[in-house]
């Protein structure tokens, strides 16, 4: 926690910076969850209630879970999203579900290209980004995650690597604010191991300069949250640094008091940096 101090310094700073950007905590359920864990889903759902309206809390729940999560979302200020979408908008593709029938479950969210489909079913940024144009076509927000592996991190490539993902993954032309980027160094997820704050702050400052040079001014609606082993002990951390938008929360997503203490830090950080 050294670095704390500075960094919430220069956090005051980042309303300003951020314009009308979102600010996230998402939380991932990945393959668990089932309709008897709902009284444990409705306290994941509780603490976002407590939360300033500018901080989106959006739950991205299994899809067998899309209706009742609905249901839930509702009845708190969560947001719904949907655990990846078919590249296809309808018609014969088993096993796939479109954006289109993941909106229709009050799903407003999509996440794509995250790093379970990129490495378990071989997901090419190219066909993350036609994902990412389905969801956005279905009238939601796209969170397209890239990440470097352990091997590039440790060859230096980080940079290179992140430029290229982003280059490739993310549909041009469509609306800036509609796009968000979720910044997961995939040695990261699930590990209990993350990247320091100086390598979080300087590849999100890497990814907003990419976006610049893509986007231009536009490039400020773009929201980067940081994702990989987020817990309650490095979260106001990290969500404290000026370039880090949000956060995307895989295993502390799951446990209610781990979520709860997230929200709190969020809220205590930004009521902060407001005053
Ligand atoms: C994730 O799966 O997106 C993730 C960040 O997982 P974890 O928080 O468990 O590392």
Known sequence: ???????RRLSLNKEILMGSRRTLIAGNWKMNGSRHSLSVLAEIARPTNDLPPHIEVVLFPPATLLAQTATLAKKTAS???????????????????SAAMLNDFRATYGLLGHSEGR???GESDDLVRQKSIQALDAGMIAVICIGETRDEKEAGRTFDVLADQLAH????????????????PMWAIGTGTTPSVEEIEGA???LRDCLTFEWGANAGLIS???GGSVSPHNAMEILGLPSVDGLLIGGASLNPAKSAAICSNAAALHMGAGA
């Not at 926690?1 to 960094?7: Q, S």
């Not at 078919?86 to 018609?91: F, T, W």
């Not at 469509?174 to 979720?182: L, M």
């Open 119 to 121: 490495t378990r079913h």
């Open 79 to 97: 947001k719904l999203g949907g655990q990846d979408c078919s590249s296809n908008s309808a018609g014969a593709f088993t096993g796939e579900l």
């Open 204 to 206: 999100h400052a890497h």
């Open 224 to 226: 980067i949250l940081y």
């Open 1 to 7: 926690m050294a670095h704390i101090e500075p960094y």
């Open 169 to 184: 993954s993310v549909p041009k032309f469509s609306s800036a604010d509609r796009i968000v980027i979720a910044y997961e």
